[in-house]
C-alpha cells in the first residue's frame, strides 16, 4: 500500500457532528479535510486532491450525500466506489444510484463508519491482481460506466449461469482482455473513457478471434454499430433481457465448440 496516512473527506452541515467526525477519523489515523456543503465538497475534489473515502449523510433531511455521489459520477468518476453514507434508514433510490458500490451506516454507529471507511481503503490500495478464471460457468465480461446499470446487469447475468466479471469502463475491459479470454463481452455502446465502438476496434487489432463473442447495449434506437462492428448485436437497455442472454448462451456454445 502507498505510504502516509489514508485520506478521508467528511462532509456534514451541523458544525457539532461534523467536528465528533473529524476527531474520530484523525483518532483512527486518516489526514481529514472538511466540508459543510455539497458546494464546497465539490470545490474541493475539483482540486484533483488524493481521496481515499467520502463520508457524507444521505437521508430524508440530508441529501447532500445523495447530491454529491451524482455530480460525482459526472466529474470524478474515480469516487464512485469510494463514498460511505451517514444514514439511519436507506434513502428512496440508494440501491438504484450507488448499484451496490457503497454502503449506508447510521450515524450512530461511529465504530462501524471507521470499520467500513477502512474496509474502502483497502480496496482502493490494493493492486488488481487480475480476472479469476472460473471453469464450471461460462466467463462473461461485462463493460458500462453506469453502476446502476452495470449491477442490473450483471445481477441478471449471474442468475442464468454466468461468471460474470463487471468494469466501469472501456479501459478497464480492454486490461481485462488483455490478461485472459473471456466467453462473451457485453459492452455498452457509450462510455465516458471509450464505448463499444472504441472497444471492439482493439478486439480487432489485438484479439481477433473474440470478435464474433460481442454484444452491445445502448439507450438509444439511434445508435448502430453496422459501420464499425457490422454483424455484430445491440440490445437496448432494460428491454428485453430473454434475448439477450438467448443471444450469449448462442455465442458461448460457438466459443465452446
Known amino acids: ?6 485520506a478521508a473527506l467528511v462532509i456534514h452541515g451541523d458544525g457539532d457532528v ?68 451517514l444514514s439511519d434508514e436507506v434513502p428512496p433510490g440508494f440501491d438504484a444510484l450507488v448499484g451496490g458500490r457503497c454502503l449506508a451506516v447510521p450515524a450512530t454507529g461511529l465504530d462501524e463508519l471507521v470499520r467500513v471507511a477502512n474496509a474502502v481503503v483497502r480496496r482502493v490500495r490494493t493492486p488488481p491482481r487480475g480476472v479469476p ?10 463493460a458500462d460506466d453506469d453502476p446502476a446499470v452495470l449491477a442490473a446487469i450483471g ?12 468494469v466501469d469502463g472501456g479501459r478497464a475491459a480492454t486490461r481485462a482482455l ?37 454484444v452491445f447495449l445502448s439507450e438509444s434506437d439511434d445508435d448502430d454499430p453496422s459501420l464499425v462492428a457490422p454483424g455484430r448485436p445491440m440490445f437496448r437497455k ?3 433481457s430473454r434475448a439477450l442472454i438467448d443471444m450469449l448462451r448462442d455465442i458461448v456454445q460457438q466459443a465452446r465448440s
Open 18 to 85: 461534523l467536528d465528533l467526525l473529524t476527531r474520530t477519523f484523525e483518532a483512527a489515523g486518516f489526514e481529514v479535510a472538511t466540508a459543510v456543503s455539497a458546494f464546497r465538497a465539490q470545490t474541493y475534489l475539483e482540486s484533483g486532491r488524493r481521496v481515499d473515502v467520502v463520508v457524507a449523510p444521505w437521508d430524508a433531511a440530508r441529501t447532500v450525500g445523495g447530491e454529491l455521489y451524482r455530480w460525482g459520477l459526472g466529474h470524478r468518476p474515480d469516487l464512485r466506489n469510494r463514498f460511505v453514507f
Open 178 to 214: 488483455a490478461g485472459r479470454d473471456f466467453d462473451a463481452i457485453v459492452a455498452d455502446w457509450q462510455m465516458h473513457d471509450g464505448g463499444g465502438a472504441e472497444l471492439y476496434r482493439w478486439i480487432e487489432e489485438h484479439k481477433p478471434a473474440l470478435a464474433a463473442r460481442v
Open 133 to 142: 478464471v472460473v471453469i464450471d460457468r461460462p466467463a462473461l465480461l461485462v
Open 155 to 166: 445481477e441478471v447475468l449471474t442468475g442464468a449461469g454466468y461468471a460474470v466479471f463487471e
Open 1 to 6: 500500500m502507498p505510504s502516509g496516512r489514508s
Open 238 to 240: 432494460g428491454q428485453d
